[in-house]
Structures are given as C-alpha cells and as structure tokens.
C-alpha cells in the first residue's frame, strides 16, 4: 500500500504493484483545458442549430456562453461549469445532440 499526498486537502492511498507503477495527480491538468473549451464551443454551436427545439434558447445561450468563458479562463473554472449543467441539460429537454454536447462537457468536467 502507497500513501500520497496531491498537496492541499487531497490524500489518499492505492495498491501500486510493480516496477512501472504509477499514481496520477489529475486534479490540476489544465492543459486539457482546450479540449473542455471545443467541447463548450461545440454545445453552443449545438444550441445554436437547434434553438427552435430547445426551451428557453436565450436562457440556455447564456448559460452555455457562460460555461464558454469559464473555460477560456487560464485555469478553466471546473466547479462553475459543474453548476450549470444541470440546467443546461434540462434545457436541452429531448434535443439529442444538446443533451450529448452538454453530457460531452460533463465528462470533460469530471475527468479534469
């Protein structure tokens, strides 16, 4: 048994067998912040074809536009985007190809 230490409050401890055995620390790789910024710039895109389908458009434009610039920042805003998916999901309502943008993005969020 491993114990590590990612620095600030995350600890924890994994079963690392072998000479090549690695732990990853993910919880600050933003240099995949572009592909979370395609994946936003994808769902407005996305919002955009299908704002006749999709309820409240405009709302869910700002939401989306919203999540956009969270992740143009330097160190995307993981936890602000976080919030908005739900509601941009809902408002996706059943527009498929909203509903996979947003589901696309939420994978992104959480694998950052």
């Known amino acids: 048994m491993s114990q590590f230490n990612f620095g600030g409050d995350i600890n924890g401890e994994a079963n690392v067998f072998g000479d090549h055995a690695q732990v990853h620390n993910r919880s600050n790789d933003f240099s995949r912040g572009s592909d979370l910024s395609g994946l936003v ?58 509903a996979d943008a947003v589901l696309r993005v939420s994978q992104a969020v959480n694998s950052l």
């Open 41 to 98: 710039a994808a769902l407005v895109d996305e919002i955009a074809k299908h704002r006749t389908e999709v309820r409240e458009a405009e709302r869910l434009t700002q939401l989306a536009s919203t999540a956009a610039a969270y992740a143009a920042e330097p160190r995307p805003n993981v936890e602000g985007i976080r919030s908005l998916l739900p509601a941009l999901l809902a408002g996706a309502g059943t527009v498929t190809a909203v």
